[in-house]
């Protein structure tokens, strides 16, 4: 029986790695994907840097589907603020599936409290894990939760805040 489960269990085994930094705004998630993508453009490896925004480095991605497309010929991609993105992750589990390395950045918790699902099905698949935090706005703590502070039509104003300051809003 044990052998049974033990087949299953690897049947669909993932052979790319993939890293994820996960953690609040302003917490430096995007500068250390940032960082590394310099690295690897000095280091001239090829290698593709993809957004849920425009960005100066990257292009607007709204779903993983477009990642696999434009970036099936790359052997690194870089995937920033994917929480953003459409909760179908299939598409990324092919793209680990294809031998690639992915370093993906993320927010596990909404301003609101809630999880992403998709992010956390993403996690269980990740090789390495960085958890950031960024400095509460309100008493210097460590941040680990993202507070929506303001939001005037099109303007959203998101900042760090602790678990004290962040629940004081949502309680």
């Keep these: 029986m044990y052998k049974v489960m033990e087949i299953l269990m690897f049947d669909g085994l993932l052979v790319g790695s993939m890293e994820m930094s996960v953690?609040?705004?302003?917490s430096g998630k995007t500068k250390s994907l940032d960082d590394l993508h310099a690295r690897l453009v000095l280091k001239k490896q090829v290698c593709g840097y993809f957004?849920?925004?425009k960005g100066e480095?990257?292009?607007y991605v709204s779903e993983p589907s477009q990642i696999l497309?434009?970036?099936k010929n790359l052997p690194i991609l870089l995937i920033d603020n994917i929480h953003l993105?459409?909760?179908e992750i299939t598409e990324i589990l092919t793209i680990?599936?294809?031998?690639k390395q992915l370093y993906v950045t993320s927010e596990?918790?909404?301003p609101y409290g809630l999880a992403y699902p998709h992010v956390g099905r993403l996690l269980c698949h990740a090789d390495r894990v960085t958890k950031?935090?960024?400095v509460c706005t309100k008493c210097g703590a460590d941040a680990r939760y993202s507070y929506v502070k303001t939001k005037k039509e099109d303007l959203i104003k998101v900042e760090p805040r602790c678990f004290m300051h962040w629940q004081k809003r949502t309680l």
């Excluded at 953690?23 to 302003?26: E, F």
């Excluded at 680990?96 to 031998?99: A, G, I, T, W």
């Design 57 to 59: 480095k990257g292009f």
């Design 132 to 134: 950031l935090s960024a």
């Design 23 to 26: 953690g609040c705004t302003k």
């Design 85 to 87: 993105m459409s909760q």
């Design 96 to 99: 680990l599936k294809m031998s």
């Design 69 to 71: 497309e434009r970036g």
């Design 51 to 53: 957004q849920a925004k």
């Design 108 to 110: 596990e918790i909404t």
